[in-house]
């Protein structure tokens, strides 16, 4: 079983910046891939990006490409979105998810309780 959560979000004016992380508990966090998601109001929940085990492949959606960086300290358990140049349709629930697969469109098995990001324009 892996245990995930999320902190670092809160409001922020456009054009600044924030870092996630998100904590996991388990045995085996440095063998899953792990992802970021996140859901606006009255949206359905989307992929934002993705890292591998090792850390070396990461994936981004067309959205925050060039804008945010995804990164993991298997040491630490932990995994961080770097997020600059934040726009106001970037405001969502942020998610951090654990699976098998770093691939955008794989199923994630386990779900952290999310962090809110607010973004001020």
């Known amino acids: 079983q892996v245990q995930l959560v999320e902190s670092g979000g809160g409001l922020v004016q456009a054009g600044g910046s924030l870092r996630l992380s998100c904590a996991a508990s388990g045995r085996f966090f440095s063998s899953l891939a792990m992802g970021w998601f996140r859901q606006a109001p009255g949206k359905e929940r989307e992929f934002v990006s993705s890292?591998?085990?090792?850390?070396?492949?990461?994936n981004y959606a067309d959205s925050v490409k060039g804008r945010f960086t995804i990164s993991r300290d298997n040491a630490k358990n932990t995994i961080y979105l770097q997020m600059n140049s934040l726009k106001p349709e970037d405001t969502a629930i942020y998610y951090c998810a654990a699976g098998r697969s770093s691939r955008p469109d794989a199923p994630y098995d386990y779900w952290g309780q999310g962090t809110q990001v607010t973004v001020s324009s």
């Open positions: 890292v591998s085990w090792n850390g070396i492949t990461t």
